[in-house]
């Protein structure tokens, strides 16, 4: 399971409090101000001097001599292109791409796999439900439809999130659970706080949220239709 990171600190403050440091090297200075986590990437932009800086997700940019950083999104006026969000996408389509299924609860077309997309679902929240009735429809797109545990709805989410992962059939015990039917006990360890962590380090406030393949990230309830469509566009 890839070990989510977030950026807990406030770094723009931090950056602007910290002394001036004789090295121009951004890596010393981020050190200084984050000593419990490297970056996982820092590159040029199209802007000279000013360098994007990317901790999992998280997306920022600093200057070359390290002292000044800008939190915001990276636009190209001329071509219209949301620079931070497309580095975003890469990074996540890179995060789900070390996820097994084999720590999912997963559902896949008989036809041939034409797309992917990893859904955080809750088996209470009632537009999850209505999502999943739409399953037939995924698959006979061809999308392979990968869910993540994060059970924030209820207090009984956690449990019914456990048995379904323990189970010794998952796609029937989430059918069931989607269908609001009981789902029979069962114990195990899961990655329930792996996925929550994960969800959280994304922003994910609420279910369901859809990251394809590429890295699109979806929140709420979409049609599969829209979703599908949204697919069909990226490729």
């Known amino acids: 399971m890839l070990r989510p990171r977030r950026l807990l600190i406030p770094l723009l403050t931090l950056l602007i409090a910290a002394p001036a440091a004789a090295s121009d090297a951004i890596e010393q200075r981020l050190a200084e101000v984050v000593p419990t986590d490297a970056p996982d990437a820092i590159e040029p932009t199209a802007i000279p001097g000013v360098f994007e800086v990317r901790y999992g997700a998280d997306v920022f940019y600093v200057s070359e001599d390290g002292r000044y950083l800008i939190q915001g999104s990276l636009i190209d006026l001329e071509t219209r292109r949301n620079l931070t969000e497309e580095t975003r ?106 996925h929550l962590a994960l969800g959280r380090e994304l922003g994910i406030s609420g279910t369901p949220a859809t990251i394809t393949s590429g890295g699109h990230q979806i929140s709420g309830y979409r049609p599969a239709i829209e979703i599908i469509q949204t697919l069909n566009s990226a490729r």
């Open 89 to 194: 996408e890469q990074a996540r389509a890179a995060m789900f791409s070390e996820i097994p299924d084999s720590e999912l609860t997963v559902y896949v077309p008989e036809r041939e796999v034409r797309y992917v997309m990893n859904v955080f679902t809750d088996p209470n929240c009632p537009y999850c439900r209505r999502q999943h009735q739409e399953m037939q429809t995924y698959l006979d797109a061809g999308v392979k439809v990968r869910y993540f545990m994060y059970p924030v709805l209820g207090r009984e989410s956690p449990d019914v999130m456990r048995n379904i992962w323990c189970s010794d059939d998952r796609n029937a015990a989430m059918d069931l659970a989607k269908e609001g039917k009981p789902v029979p006990e069962a114990h195990c360890d899961t990655p329930a706080d792996e």
